[in-house]
């Protein structure tokens, strides 16, 4: 149990087109969801939290309307980087809270390429 | 606020090597504590964990115990195996208002040699 998926698994566009990554919980409800970066050799960075039905909690030096974060329901939340650029070209990984528990399940992540 | 120093790599070991990666962590309140494993181009895989002080986590053949007294959360390993390259990340997890948030160490790169 307890399985994250995201897709797509790796994207590559053009500069300044949007991309949209998928995040689902396939077998709970996921009341919180959480979007990281990575950089190469780097950690995990927070990017923002998502709670179902209300605005996301967006870290600080994390641009709001570059990545917009949509959690539409205890399933699936979105994450959209707009008018990407190459910059923006990194592994972004999404995790998922199911209610009541202290953990965070992961997904396997996804490799964006901004050409 | 929270924070995670874990021992900076690379870590080359050959196989059969006992390992040891530190980690220590600074918290408010009580935390929870993990170690995750980061395969080559995949995303994040709890290994183990430990809610309280005291308290062991173990999976395949990994272990760490909870040390408040000493504020650490050290992985061993008594004899690793190609298999186990990897990336592995310390991790703190604490209620920040309403949600649970986890505080990641800056990852620990491992390498085995057959």
């Known amino acids: 149990g307890a399985v994250v998926s995201q897709h797509p698994s790796r994207v590559i566009c053009k500069s300044g087109t949007s991309v949209k990554i998928e995040c689902r919980s396939l077998?709970?409800?996921?009341?919180?969801m959480f979007w990281y970066r990575q950089f190469p050799k780097k950690s995990l960075m927070l990017m923002a939290t998502?709670?179902?039905?209300?605005?996301?909690?967006?870290e600080q030096g994390v641009e709001k309307d570059k990545f917009l974060i949509n959690h539409a329901s205890l399933t699936l939340s979105t994450l959209t980087v707009t008018s990407a650029h190459p910059e923006d070209s990194s592994f972004y990984i999404c995790?998922?809270?199911?209610?009541?528990?202290?953990?965070?399940?992961f997904g396997p992540g996804t490799r964006l390429t901004v050409l | 606020g929270n924070s995670v120093t874990q021992m900076e790599g690379p870590v080359t070991l050959s196989e059969e090597a006992f390992l040891t990666i530190n980690c220590t962590y600074t918290a408010t309140g009580y935390p929870s504590l993990f170690w995750y494993v980061q395969y080559p181009g995949e995303g994040l895989q709890l290994l183990l964990k430990?809610?309280?002080?005291?308290d062991k986590g173990s999976n395949k053949g990994f272990e760490a115990t909870y040390r408040k007294e000493t504020t650490s959360f050290h992985l061993e390993k008594g004899s690793v195996q190609v298999s186990d390259s990897a990336v592995y990340f310390c991790?703190?997890?604490?209620?920040?208002?309403?949600?649970?948030?986890?505080?990641f160490g800056k990852g620990t790169l491992l390498t085995v040699n057959p």
């Open positions: 430990a809610t309280k002080a005291d």
């Open positions: 995790s998922a809270r199911r209610s009541s528990y202290n953990e965070q399940f």
């Open positions: 077998d709970f409800q996921a009341t919180t």
């Open positions: 991790a703190l997890g604490n209620s920040g208002g309403s949600n649970y948030k986890l505080t």
């Open positions: 998502s709670n179902e039905g209300s605005k996301a909690t967006y």
